[in-house]
């Protein structure tokens, strides 16, 4: 079985400052780790996606996330935020290969507020 | 590309009767999930179809609840004798693969229908 663990459920903080979302996962199998967000009355869209390759990933929108297999963890981070990144994201995995890979684990959700 | 759209948008309805959501994937997207998500807790995998048929269903899709892709397009999901328990948010998500061994993964997420049991 998989589980994801996002420790925080709330991360209020200042603009301009930096963000840390916490993100941990549990398989017995390799895994493809994905980061979605939903901004307020909007769907869930993907942020970024580990599939292989680079553990370091990034969105177009200046988020990382780096995959640690060590640790399980993909922690999200962004060195600056926006008013604009208000949203709950949300952290979710799949079994790598196979043929059921959109078949998502989600964790349980961290609501970001950026405060002017 | 209009998107995964969903309807109703909302509906609530008495514990007992029928309910069906329908979803209007990506035009070209070969898959289609269904997820549930209730308050305060991220989405729950349901079912999935690659076209029209039905690959896998959770253990969360009881025998109330029946999901179809007739022609590999559009899906419903019906919840028959509906349970205060089934009031949720129900997400559905498309995606496109590019071949063996090619995933992109990406899901595209409909806004959802939000069912509320009276």
């Known amino acids: 079985a998989q589980s994801v663990t996002q420790l925080d459920s709330q991360v209020p903080v200042f603009e301009e400052a930096p963000v840390e979302l916490r993100c941990n996962y549990s398989?017995?199998?390799?895994?493809?780790l994905f980061w979605y967000v939903q901004y307020p009355n909007q769907g869930l869209q993907l942020l970024l996606k580990?599939?292989?390759?680079?553990?370091l990933v990034e969105s177009i929108n200046g988020f990382e996330a780096e995959f640690n297999k060590s640790q399980t963890s993909f922690h999200l981070r962004k060195p600056s935020v926006h008013i604009s990144d208000t949203a709950e994201y949300f952290c979710?995995?799949?079994?790598?290969?196979?043929?059921?890979?959109?078949?998502?684990?989600f964790g349980q959700g961290t609501i970001l507020t950026v405060h002017p | 590309d209009t998107g995964v759209s969903q309807d109703p948008r909302h509906k609530i309805t008495k514990r007992g009767q029928n309910v069906t959501f329908r979803c209007d994937p990506i035009?070209?997207?070969?898959?289609l999930y269904w997820y549930r998500q209730t308050l305060g807790q991220g989405p729950e995998f349901l079912t999935y179809?690659?076209?029209?048929?039905?690959?896998?269903k959770s253990r969360l899709l009881s025998d109330r609840f029946s999901a179809e892709r007739p022609k590999g397009s559009f899906s419903t999901l019906e919840i028959q004798r509906t349970e205060q328990g089934d009031s949720a948010m129900y997400l559905c998500?498309?995606?496109?693969?590019?071949?063996?061994?090619?995933?992109?993964?990406?899901?595209?997420f409909g806004e959802g229908s939000r069912l509320t049991v009276l």
């Open positions: 998500a498309s995606s496109k693969t590019l071949g063996a061994g090619v995933y992109t993964g990406e899901l595209f």
């Open positions: 179809f690659q076209n029209e048929a039905q690959l896998e």
């Open positions: 035009s070209e997207h070969n898959r």
């Open positions: 979710a995995a799949s079994n790598a290969g196979g043929t059921s890979y959109g078949k998502l684990t």
């Open positions: 580990y599939l292989s390759g680079s553990t």
């Open positions: 398989s017995s199998v390799s895994v493809y």
